[in-house]
């Protein structure tokens, strides 16, 4: 993803692959420190993705529309 976000072949929009590169980011932490999380905080960690998701389905539909 970072090597396409660089060179720019294929690219949406500038922020979308900084963006996947977060939610891997948060997913990871999710998976790999999950039991010795409070469930709070996984919650919070699971809306900050839906946040970014949705961020991502923004950026790209306004893109769309301003294309078509």
């Known amino acids: 993803m970072i090597g396409v976000f660089y060179t720019g072949r294929g690219s949406a929009s500038p922020f979308v692959h900084p963006i996947f590169i977060a939610i891997t ?7 790999l420190q999950g039991k ?3 469930p709070e ?10 946040l970014l998701s949705v961020a991502i389905l923004i950026i790209l539909r306004s893109r769309k529309d301003a294309a078509g």
């Open 25 to 31: 980011a948060l997913s990871r932490l999710i998976v």
């Open 41 to 50: 905080n996984i919650v919070f960690e699971a809306s900050a993705i839906l």
């Open 36 to 38: 010795d999380m409070k």
